[in-house]
């Protein structure tokens, strides 16, 4: 991998029409980017050559993992059992003696390796036991997840040295929290704006200043994962990971953030002030750090996505109880069609959540240097955008009952369903770990990626023009094989035959969509050129068209391990096929959706109305 925060020689998007800002963060995160060739099942459905044998058969656990898996989920339960989240939310406080039963059961080293002490559970198993928090309470799935998924032991895990894993692994196993910091008050998702400095001190120290914005777990964390500059001559822009301790001086919380939900969160403003930190510290080398943060992201999102699966299957439980108990016009709820609607997609969105959280997980533990980064964004954006939906449509049902507290439902004798708690945990998930809008703008560069490295030396003006001739050559011969076959009946290989019948015309047509998709985006590239990454509305509905056929894929497969369970009886296969073929009507009817938002966009005159707004 390289080291460098430079462009490549051949700079594969077109910067010389930007701006100063504008350059240094496109170079930053280029110089950051995994530089594999993304292979995998959701490139492959971008390009138009999506390889099904990568998903079907559906990856399972093994015996052995899914009953490691099944005692540590029993015993999460247990303590579960008698915690009290709807105290915590009042109070916006984890009890001390709750923190010290999760640390006894191993619940803040689920992934570290057991020789440093932690539980070593697969990526699997972290998700599942995500998925139970996320539907129980989001306080503590926030704060396990921040500790485990972006603070240290991730990073450590993928970039640390022997000895830092020895001297902090085991200390993160035990119950000491870690945090993450990188937000700052003018840095969001520009790093390269990034203030908080790190300048030599000696040959073995730095010392750290800045100010760090919305760390969660900073309140209660004894070791926080630190982005600070770390700039020479030759890389103005490069970026170190430290860890530092908190215990050290110089490190202050001046104050602690609330919000709308998430009562509980320990988040808060860090201040480092002169903060000395030995050069061992770093993870991963110095001027590493933003490439430490985005793959430690690339894993730690499937995180979140598996919460929110947890927390809309909480929610079709609720809604389906009471559609069956509400009767209203002489009948349940649940019979009248506007409601039965809700219910049904709520009940296939949850359904797709899990086969796609389990498949990206499934990927990790299948090759832990898996690359993801598509994947587990995609999981990212599309569930945590389904899960907002599924509460949404859970308050809609429940009426005043969801919009309700559960302490208030509770003290007049009605079932306490945390519905407006739920409501209000959720609304995060869309800005954790990367905004939707900065998802589509992450996936959008990742499925440009196979074209820029065909044909972006042909629209680079700060190339010579006999360089772009050649280019445009070597285009030529690479696109007149690739696009006729776009406009080709699509095959399916092998993977179609081992689903079941109802469902097989179902992959077929994904298929055929995933070359429409690549047909749709390479015209895109050509009527626009350069200035493609600039069309944000255009390239979002491309990366949800994309993400529609990605998840609609894991669905089928997953929903064939469950029919071939010989565990399930025939009625329940019946039920599950009727619900998974119902998914894919419904995602027909949003591919439907994002293809007219194609046609019909509104970009231009968005832009022209907000652009007088602003004046």
Known sequence: ???????????????????????????????????????????????????????????????????????????????????????????????????????????????????????????????????????????????????????????????????????????CARGEISAFALTENDVGSDPARMTTMAVPDGEDHFIINGEKLWCTNSLKAGLIVVMARTPTREKPHATSAFIVETSWPGVEIIHRCRFMGLKALYNGVVRFENVRVPRENILGGEGRGLKVALTTLNTGRITLPAACSGLSKRCVEISSRWAAERVQWGQPVGKHAAVADKLARMGADSFAMEAMVRYVSALVDRDKNADVRLEAAIAKLWGSERSWEIVDDTMQIRGGRGYETADSLRARGESADPVERLFRDCRINTIFEGSSEIMRLFIAREILDPHLKIAADVVNSTLPMKVRAKAAMRAGRAYATWYPRMWMPAGTGHANDTLHPDLQKDLRFIAGQSRKLARTLFHAMVRNGPALERRQILLGSLVDIGAELFVWSTTLAYAETKITDSAINSGEIDKLVRKVRFFGKLTRQRLRNHYSALEETLEKESKEVSRDMMQ
């Not at 570290?112 to 932690?118: A, E, N, V």
């Not at 991730?154 to 022997?162: A, E, R, V």
């Open 1 to 171: 991998m390289k080291t460098n925060l430079a462009p490549p020689p051949a700079a594969m998007i077109d910067m010389s029409k930007m701006s100063a800002g504008q350059k240094a963060a496109l170079e930053m995160a280029e110089a950051a980017r995994d530089e594999r060739n993304n292979t995998g099942l959701a490139a492959g459905l971008f390009f138009g050559t999506p390889d099904f044998d990568k998903l079907i058969p559906f990856p399972k656990q093994s015996i052995e993992d899914s009953d490691q898996g099944d005692a540590f989920i029993a015993r999460l339960r247990g303590v579960l059992n008698h915690a009290d989240p709807d105290e915590i939310d009042r109070t916006g406080e984890i009890p001390d003696s709750l923190l010290e039963e999760l640390a006894e059961l191993g619940a803040f080293g689920i992934k570290i390796p057991t020789k440093y002490g932690g539980l070593g559970l697969s990526q699997t198993n972290y998700s599942r036991a995500a998925m139970l928090l996320g539907g129980e309470c989001g306080n503590l799935a926030a704060l396990l997840s921040a500790h485990q998924s972006i603070g240290a032991p991730q990073p450590l895990i993928l970039f640390g040295t022997d000895e830092q894993k020895a001297k902090y692994l085991p200390r």
